[in-house]
């Protein structure tokens, strides 16, 4: 039976992709804030948690991410709060990065195994025409490129593996309920797109960012 590790598992998106993978024949781990106490801010946190788990998982998700740690998204340069920034960073991109340490050990040493980090699209620089939302737009960039520096570490140990950012589109969760004019999409069906688009992937496509239709998005 192939296994799952899941971060982020009791999430909106990360509970739709717990019953996805299952559905799909995976042996799933979960781990999370409210079931293991997992702090992504607290490297200790992290290392305890993610220390307690042994593999190895041919598919690991990160889950995990901040739209603007309760507070609201800038819509201007001027509404940019200094420690809300750092909060925002602390969650999207030291979070990943301090969990992508125990990665490697986590993913077999040989044959195919995958790496999906849930970024976002407005993290993309190329894509970014309207501005605003510093902070998250910011925090994903940066989250994105740890993504690529990690596939490059990683890859040069674990030949077959694919790490790659993944936008899953805007999914309906408590995390998106403030933004009607969004459209989204169901949990359950970003989880079975997110699925489609990791179990295609290719390890020569690591290091890369794609949508929720396997499409590139450009940095």
């Not at 788990?53 to 889950?63: H, R, T």
């Not at 970014?128 to 990683?154: C, D, M, P, T």
Request: some cysteine.
């Amino acid at each position: 039976m192939k296994q799952a590790l899941v971060i982020g598992a009791q999430g909106g998106i990360g509970s739709a992709l717990v019953q996805e993978l299952e559905q799909r024949g995976y042996g799933v781990t979960g781990v999370s804030r409210s079931a293991d106490g997992l702090d992504v801010t607290d490297p200790a946190s992290v290392d305890r948690v993610l220390g307690a788990v042994n593999g190895p998982f041919d598919l690991v998700i990160i889950a995990i991410g901040t739209l603007a740690v309760g507070g609201a998204p800038e819509k201007t340069l001027g509404a940019v709060e200094a420690q809300q920034m750092l909060d925002v960073y602390a969650v999207n991109a030291v979070g990943p990065a301090l969990i992508l340490r125990h990665v490697e050990r986590l993913l077999p040493r040989d044959g195919r195994s995958v790496v999906g980090v849930l970024s976002a699209r407005v993290g993309s620089i190329g894509d970014n025409k309207i501005g605003g939302w510093y902070s998250y737009r910011a925090s994903k960039a940066a989250l994105n490129q740890i993504v690529r520096g990690a596939a490059i570490e990683i890859g040069r140990k674990r030949k077959e593996a694919a790490i790659v950012a993944l936008h899953p589109g805007t999914v309906e969760t408590p995390f998106t309920a403030g933004y009607p004019g969004h459209k989204k999409v169901p949990a359950a069906e970003a989880a079975k797109n997110l699925c489609d688009v990791m179990e295609a992937l290719r390890p020569d496509q690591t290091g890369q960012f794609f949508d929720y239709a396997g499409k590139d998005v450009p940095w």
